[in-house]
């Protein structure tokens, strides 16, 4: 049982290179979410999505793309990296109402 | 719109000694209460929720909604609970979105 499962877990990226972070899920949850984790900030959310084929900008949307094609895997894109999206992006996953499963993070470097 | 606050960023005790980390929120609905913890370069766990009312690890929390908290309780810590601790709210809705506090660093001193 993997939970949820991040890749990559790290990467160094130039200003203005585009990658995807992958999420999936094998616990059949409908919920999915992208964090961004930063020192002194907390989480913030970055996009949600509530079920196969839907997503939602959260607090922080401005920079990334979401995808959600499958009900197991939930995609962060960057198109164009900046310094600012230096951070640790957390993926969690959930239900409905009982709480997130995180997966372990994925630590992202725009230099 | 709501917020979660926690108003140390760092807490340090003592082994045995007991440990408060205090959570704040501000909403004006019924909201539900989590508070998660994330041992150094680890994923974050889920700890506690308030609408299950369990004790975790030896930690437990109370809704006050009177004075709009959630701290999170331990009669006495052990060094394995350094770690960071993260308050959370779900204000309700169909998409279960948490809201995070900006987390407290607890340091358990031998």
């Known amino acids: 049982n993997a939970g949820v499962t991040q890749t990559p877990k790290f990467r160094v990226l130039k200003t203005g290179q585009s990658m995807t972070l992958l999420c999936a899920q094998d616990m059949n949850h409908e919920y999915m979410y992208w964090y961004r984790q930063d020192p002194g900030m907390g989480l913030r959310l970055i996009h949600y999505s509530v079920g196969e084929g839907t997503t939602a900008k959260g607090e922080v949307p401005d920079g990334y793309n979401v995808s959600r094609l499958k009900k197991q895997n939930f995609l962060l894109g960057l198109e164009s990296a900046a310094p600012s999206q230096t951070s640790v992006y957390f993926c969690?996953?959930?239900?409905?109402?009982?709480?997130?499963?995180f997966g372990s993070g994925t630590r992202l470097t725009v230099v | 719109a709501q917020r979660v606050t926690q108003p140390e960023k760092l807490l340090s005790v003592f082994k045995g000694a007991p440990v408060e980390l205090k959570c704040n929120y501000s909403?004006?609905?019924?909201?539900?209460l989590f508070w998660y913890v994330q041992y150094s370069r680890q994923r974050l766990q889920l700890l506690l929720r308030h609408i299950s009312r369990e004790s975790i690890k030896g930690f437990t929390a109370d809704l006050n909604k009177g004075e709009t908290s959630f701290h999170l309780k331990k009669p006495f810590a052990q060094e394995e609970d350094s770690a960071m601790y993260y308050c959370?709210?779900?204000?309700?809705?169909?998409?279960?979105?948490?809201?995070f506090g900006k987390g407290t660093l607890l340091t358990v001193n031998p």
């Open positions: 969690a996953s959930q239900r409905g109402g009982y709480g997130y499963t």
């Open positions: 959370a709210l779900d204000r309700g809705g169909s998409n279960y979105k948490l809201t």
């Open positions: 909403y004006s609905g019924s909201p539900e």
